[in-house]
């Protein structure tokens, strides 16, 4: 019979707990890159808009156009601060998740060490059975050619 591992299920059910945990980590990656994304997509419209009303502002602006501007300015600001608060939160809950994916990890790795020794240990028996069994077959032979 060959090996198996007494908690060989133990073992598959970490490494889909490790996954899972894997999966949640990329899945905040993915809200964090969004958020950034939308940071500077945001901070580039700011910028354009500034450079648009300087431009005009050159040619001649009226006073309203000039006040919607600067509210429009305000607004983006109070939008990228409450941005800047969520990509906070995710990078917080990236830490958070980082943590538990490494101990998943860990367990991961203490199960798959303690099947490497026991495998280990089972091959040490067989190759010490396979000997008894090449010394006594040995003894058997040499037995038999000194009786003959």
């Known amino acids: 019979?060959?090996?198996q591992y007494r908690?060989?299920?133990?073992?598959?059910l970490q490494r889909g707990l490790e996954q899972q945990q894997e999966n949640r980590l990329l899945a905040i990656a993915a809200e964090i890159a969004r958020?950034?994304?939308?940071?500077?997509?945001?901070?580039?419209?700011?910028?354009?808009?500034?450079a648009a009303v300087c431009v005009d502002g050159e040619a001649g602006m009226s006073?309203?156009?000039?006040?919607?501007?600067?509210?429009?300015?305000?607004?983006?600001?109070?939008?990228?601060?409450?941005?800047?608060?969520q990509?906070?939160?995710?990078?917080?809950a990236r830490l958070q998740q980082l943590q538990l994916y490494r101990a998943a990890r860990q367990k991961r790795e203490v199960?798959?060490?303690?099947?490497?020794?026991e495998q280990s240990e089972y091959l040490v028996?067989?190759?010490?059975?396979i000997q008894l069994n090449l010394d006594e077959t040995f003894l058997a032979h040499k037995f038999?050619?000194?009786s003959s």
């Open 35 to 50: 958020l950034r994304t939308r940071l500077q997509e945001w901070e580039q419209a700011r910028l354009h808009r500034k």
């Open 87 to 92: 990509l906070a939160a995710a990078e917080c």
């Open 144 to 146: 038999y050619r000194e």
């Open 7 to 12: 908690l060989e299920s133990l073992l598959r």
């Open 1 to 3: 019979m060959g090996f």
């Open 63 to 85: 006073g309203a156009v000039l006040h919607l501007a600067m509210e429009w300015d305000r607004t983006a600001a109070e939008y990228q601060k409450a941005v800047s608060k």
């Open 125 to 129: 028996d067989q190759l010490h059975q």
């Open 111 to 117: 199960l798959e060490s303690l099947r490497e020794h």
